[in-house]
């Protein structure tokens, strides 16, 4: 059974169903309208791993899993929220009674479709006939985008809404993202903020707050997000972006509380574990974080959603507890990831740090402190970045609690500290790296107030008319 004037032949499609019949009949189905290859997997998992390094012009997914801690929803939130869906994928969400409600209103957010089951041949096609119509239409859109000309791209997405011409409000979303990717914050904001005018979804006001954190209006942007949670609590990525402005404010606590509700509401989702594992690592609560970044590690070593800080910080940890097989276990993960990329520097450099880690743990000092003298060297390299900061002197910290003492760490932790520490929320993460070692924490936010001092100086000068001496401050 073909789909008239729609030749599917060259198109890869993903079938997502853990129940062996319905995916059966979904594939045979697809196979019947002349697609050219499908591939179907039981788990979310594995389906994860297929659309992270394979690109598919069709996915089917079924909403729930029973047993498991995530939904096709939460795994499709994933892969956008991080980039590794093509706008161009086409998404179907596939649905029984019980979640249609919920299923149908995030397809009318994001305009992807959804079929309920139990469904005919017939539906199905329709659902297909419908999604290739919006492909064809915003083609100019996505190869725009594909040709990573953003602005170009931007610019359609923006002509299409102003138009309301078919699609226009799946064109205005994806506008605004390339429009916060471009930096042209104010843009977004009033782009996402038309709308919302125009017909109220919560993806709108939500973008209406990232583009006002984004522009620095962090009282704005939570006045925003409060309103959208109290109007929608299990929103998830709501209580991201609202993690992030209480980061951004320097309210730890809080941020921590918002990053553990957002993982509990989606417990399988591999940024929001980092994001929690990573917020518990430097409040210093260690046990939360093991539990956190371990799981974090075992879901999502394999995924481009994974970020390798999160093994560097899980070695820190369990050095403190005395996690000898630990520790190793963290340095062979990391043998794996760089045997993978081995060109890649970032993996060389924080396996580095693991690896410091570890001769620490067999008590190597002078071989520790030869590679911590070494990493010391660069401080004032304009690639040593805040995440290198972060990693040496949680290292120093190591040391000093080892009782081994460098000469040059006074100066090293002075320097780190007014290089980095430019902001309340940077300078308190930079001594949280430090907990090992109050002292040090300390003077991180010793080096913080000296920051603060020479800016309001220079400010004072510059009002002054005299912005010669800013030189001399």
């Known amino acids: 059974m073909a789909l008239a004037d729609d030749d599917l032949s060259t198109s890869n499609a993903l079938v997502i169903d853990a129940n062996p019949t319905s995916r059966s009949i979904l594939v045979s189905q697809l196979r019947d309208f002349g697609m050219g290859n499908v591939v179907q997997c039981a788990r979310l998992a594995d389906a994860r791993r297929q659309l992270e390094y394979r690109k598919f012009d069709v996915v089917l997914c079924e909403h729930h899993f029973a047993g498991e801690s995530m939904s096709g929803q939460d795994l499709l939130d994933d892969l956008r929220r991080n980039q590794l869906l093509p706008f161009s994928t086409v998404f179907i969400m596939v649905t029984g009674e019980a979640t249609y409600a919920k299923v149908a209103e995030a397809a ?76 042209k914050y104010d843009q977004a904001q009033k782009l996402y903020q ?147 990329q081995p060109d890649n520097q970032r993996y060389q450099r924080l396996s580095s740090t693991v690896d410091a880690l570890y001769l620490i743990d067999q008590r190597q000092f002078a071989q520790v402190v030869e590679a911590v003298r070494a990493i010391c060297r660069q401080v004032k390299d304009p690639e040593f970045d805040y995440e290198s900061a972060s990693n040496l002197v949680s290292l120093l910290a190591q040391l000093a609690e080892k009782a081994v003492h460098l000469d040059e760490v006074d100066t090293v932790i002075e320097t780190l500290g007014l290089r980095f520490a430019g902001t309340r929320a940077l300078a308190e993460l930079l001594a949280g790296s430090a907990n090992a070692h109050p002292i040090y924490a300390e003077r991180i936010r010793a080096a913080h107030l000296q920051v603060l001092k020479l800016a309001e100086n220079a400010m004072t000068l510059s009002m002054g008319g005299d912005p010669r001496q800013l030189s001399k401050t």
């Open 108 to 183: 009318e957010s994001a305009l992807d479709g959804y079929l309920l089951k139990p469904h005919k041949a017939t539906h199905l096609g329709e659902r297909l006939r419908q999604a290739r119509i919006r492909k064809a239409s915003l083609q100019e859109i996505f190869s725009a985008i594909e040709a990573q000309d953003f602005e170009a791209a931007a610019k359609l997405c923006l002509q299409r809404f102003e138009s309301k011409g078919l699609f226009w409000l799946y064109a205005a979303r994806v506008g605004a993202e390339l429009l916060l990717r471009l930096g």
């Open 194 to 340: 038309a709308v919302v005018n125009a017909k109220t979804l919560p993806w709108a006001k939500l973008g209406v707050a990232r583009a006002l954190l984004d522009e620095g209006q962090t009282a704005k942007a939570i006045s925003t997000l409060e309103n959208l949670i109290t109007e929608d609590p299990n929103y998830t990525d709501a209580y991201d972006v609202m993690g992030r402005a209480q980061f951004e404010q320097g309210k730890f606590d809080a941020a921590l509380a918002t990053y553990k509700m957002a993982s509990t509401l989606t417990p399988s989702s591999i940024t929001r574990l980092q994001n929690l594992g990573m917020m518990s690592y430097f409040s210093g609560d260690m046990k939360q974080a093991e539990q956190t970044l371990d799981r974090t590690v075992r879901l999502g070593l394999d995924s481009k959603m994974f970020d390798c800080q999160t093994l560097v910080l899980l070695a820190f940890v369990r050095l403190q507890s005395a996690d000898h097989k630990g520790l190793q276990r963290c340095r062979d993960d990391f043998a794996r990831l760089i045997e993978r």
